[in-house]
């Protein structure tokens, strides 16, 4: 039998982080043995909010060099920019019919995104139509897995909705594909604030920790992080910000949250988090000695030969769906 695919990305914008790495990378390094693998740098999504040209191309290099540093083999998986597959757009135009707009208002991301603007009335198309590109994205290489972070479950219900309405429409031509998250990984906190997500897009840097960031930044982000205000070293609702932390060290040291309130019970949040903060220097720095050794024209011709051979998979689905609808003569 063959394998099962797989398909996710990750938008080229902001600094990637640890919630990336957790929720998203590092998963990825482990399907890939198991699985048919495709993974996507996503520019196209990146500018359904302003970005600076120059500065575009040299993070979708950098995301690129992440994924390659983290573990993604270029042997195992497919690893390409989403731009130079056009079939990404061309088939977003298709499933647009199929779209109903008041599911798109409905997007918990694009309500996020768009709050402020809401009294301006410049919300621009692309950020609505933002999950109708993801689906394009999904639906291309019939993939039946997209392992990512908890926020990406809503685009991708409706990513199965779209196909559903299709293959109803035009007979069976996609597969309907289902979100993989992990438990402790799918949705990492902010440090600076436990109720939001650790994000690219945070206004302050001690939101997050980069996975390309130096030992002495690590230590002043997690030394800065908010704990809760009572002493005791407990893992609660009760106390998010700790629980936060304690599942955060729970992932790199590959420790259960009972190890370590047993180990700092007694001891407090300075000794906790100097070792947090040690321990995520070492389990960074494997990855940012990879990404140094990377070089940009090599990792500029595997993403041109992944781009090609998600091509060929996608050309032959776009040949069938165009059929389909009864487009071209
Ligand atoms: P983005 O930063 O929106 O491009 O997200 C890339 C991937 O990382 C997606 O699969 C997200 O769901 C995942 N992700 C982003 N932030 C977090 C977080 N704080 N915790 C867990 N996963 C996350
Ligand atoms: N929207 C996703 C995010 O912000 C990125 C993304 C784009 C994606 N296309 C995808 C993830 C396809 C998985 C599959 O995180």
Redesign the pocket.
Known sequence: MSKKRIF?G??PSGNIHL??Y???IKNWVNLQNDYDSIFCIVDLHAITVPQDPQKLSQKTLEVAKLYLASGINPKKSILFVQSQVQEHTELMWLLNTVTNTGDLNKMTQFKHKTHKEIEKENIKAGLLNYPILMAADILLYDTDVVP?????LQHIELTRKLARKFNQKFGDTFVLPTGFTRNK?????GLDNPTK????SASSEYNWIGILDDSETIKKKIMKAITDSTPEIEYSDKKPALKNLINIFSLIADKKPREIIEKYQNQGYKEFKEDLAESLVNYLKPIQENYSKLNDEDVKKILTLGANQAREIAENKLVEVKKKMGLGI
């Open positions: 996710s990750i938008q919630g990336n957790l929720g998203a990512v972070g908890e926020d990406q990984s799918k949705r990492i906190m997500k650790m994000s690219k």
